[in-house]
């Protein structure tokens, strides 16, 4: 998604100079030119939580922070100099380089044409975002959240199963393992399942495995899964240890100050340093609050494991990209009309001309993320819920929670 969305940015810029009137090649160009700083600001922004993460972060977190400082590194390479090179091959060779289609164009010029009156409504908008958090505070501490093997640990055993998938596998389970997390992988060689559960995994007493072993192998009779069948079992405890927990915790705490200070230099105001802030917050606890509600609701498990973590840490990669690219273009507006006296229409402005490239990239990070929930099997279904949560919010809280912050902050503090 954000691989996409510096591709999206640069292209919807030359748009823009087309529309404006210049030739193709000067319309490149200054599309280019124009698409930098939000490109930069936004990759620098993520790439600062990045290398934190990476260096003080452990275990997942960790994993998680070389994966992201490798994809934008990788991303910006792509998208500023790749396909640049790509569309000036083509402009020399004489072929007509399209940034439209014909139903793209007129989308684009009904996205134009639209003036939302985001500013006005932002209070309506902390309503919605309040009463979403509340509840969800509210789930979490009277529901709770389902904690996955990997932060209670639990049993684990290599079953030998014929003709069964581990869908049908897992389903059988759930009715001898109630109240419990259960993971079932393929293993091995054909028919062998790992099979690790939660269940009973807080019991003292000494024949407890005897008992999660006997409700195994009755909850999957119908298979014909007798003991002789359970190749290997152990108890294994949590993975992610308390010493990784609070020094992940930590890193996370110093990668969004680092965002906050870079945020402060380059937009030289503390209101976009807190919007953005607030954002990142804001969509975190939103993807939290539904985990809680939704949680025995919705037909496929909502579990915080180490999956939860890369999804959450995602979520904060995608938010503040977000809302950094749109910031640099209230910051451009700003500039452009510093002597109007209402820079609340100015901002206004300025983010609905953002639009069109939110819709885009969203969308297209969207579909990627279903096409995963659909079609990407059972062990994903947690994983890829939050992330299409967190990526909707996410692409909703920089125009209508961080942007009207920035408002809020500049009109009490005028002077």
């Known amino acids: 998604g954000m691989a996409v969305d510096a591709n999206v940015l640069i292209f919807e810029r030359v748009r823009?100079?087309?529309?404006?009137g210049k030739s193709l090649k000067m319309a490149i160009k200054d599309g280019y030119s124009g698409a930098y700083s939000s490109i930069i600001d936004a990759n620098i922004t993520t790439i600062i939580a990045g290398v934190i993460l990476w260096v003080l972060g452990k275990g997942p977190v960790m994993g998680f922070a070389v994966i992201l400082v490798i994809g934008i590194l990788s991303s910006l390479f792509t998208s500023i100099f790749l396909t640049r090179l790509l569309i000036d091959?083509?402009?020399?060779?004489?072929?007509?380089?399209?940034?439209?289609s014909s139903f793209s164009k007129s989308i684009g010029e009904k996205l134009n044409k639209i003036n939302w009156n985001f500013i006005g409504k932002r209070k309506t908008f902390y309503i919605i975002s309040s009463v979403i958090i509340i509840g969800g505070v509210a789930s979490l501490v009277t529901k709770g959240v389902s904690t996955g093997v990997d932060f209670k640990g639990g049993w684990s055993y290599v079953v030998n199963v014929e003709d069964a998938s581990t869908a049908q596998i897992k389903e059988a389970l759930s009715t001898k393992f109630t109240d419990a997390n259960t993971e079932?992988?393929?293993?091995?060689?054909?028919?062998?399942?790992?099979?690790?559960?939660?269940?009973?995994?807080?019991?003292?007493?000494?024949d407890a495995g005897a008992k999660v072993e006997s409700a195994l192998v009755s909850?999957?009779?119908?298979?014909?899964?007798?003991?002789?069948?359970?190749?290997?079992?152990?108890k294994v405890g949590p993975t992610i240890a308390k010493d990784i927990s609070v020094r992940s915790t930590w890193a996370i705490a110093l990668a969004i100050i680092g965002m906050f200070l870079y945020i402060l230099v380059r937009f030289r105001n503390v209101g976009f340093s807190l919007g953005a802030t607030t954002a990142i917050f804001h969509d975190v606890l939103v993807v939290f609050s539904l985990y809680s509600i939704l949680w025995g609701i919705l037909p496929?498990?909502?579990?915080?494991?180490?999956?939860?973590?890369a999804a959450i840490l995602t979520v904060v990669g995608y938010s503040i990209n977000d809302t950094v690219v749109v910031f640099d273009r209230v910051r451009e507006f700003i500039g452009q009309n510093r002597r109007e006296s209402d820079q609340s229409q100015v901002i206004n402005k300025a983010i609905n001309s953002t639009l069109s490239r939110t819709l885009i990239t969203s969308l297209t990070t969207l579909l990627v993320i279903l096409i995963l929930f659909v079609f990407g099997g059972e062990g994903l279904k947690g994983f890829t819920f939050?992330?299409?949560?967190?990526?909707?919010?996410?692409?909703?809280?920089?125009?209508?929670v961080a942007t009207p912050i920035v408002v809020?902050?500049?009109?009490?503090?005028?002077?």
């Open 16 to 20: 823009e100079e087309l529309q404006g």
């Open 89 to 100: 091959n083509d402009l020399k060779k004489g072929k007509e380089t399209s940034f439209y």
């Open 184 to 206: 079932v992988k393929t293993y091995g060689s054909a028919n062998q399942f790992k099979v690790t559960t939660s269940y009973m995994i807080d019991n003292k007493d000494a």
């Open 219 to 234: 909850a999957l009779e119908a298979f014909n899964v007798s003991g002789e069948d359970i190749l290997s079992s152990s």
């Open 300 to 309: 496929f498990e909502l579990s915080i494991d180490q999956a939860f973590i």
């Open 386 to 400: 939050a992330l299409l949560v967190g990526v909707a919010v996410g692409t909703y809280s920089s125009v209508c």
């Open 408 to 415: 809020d902050f500049m009109n009490r503090f005028k002077k």
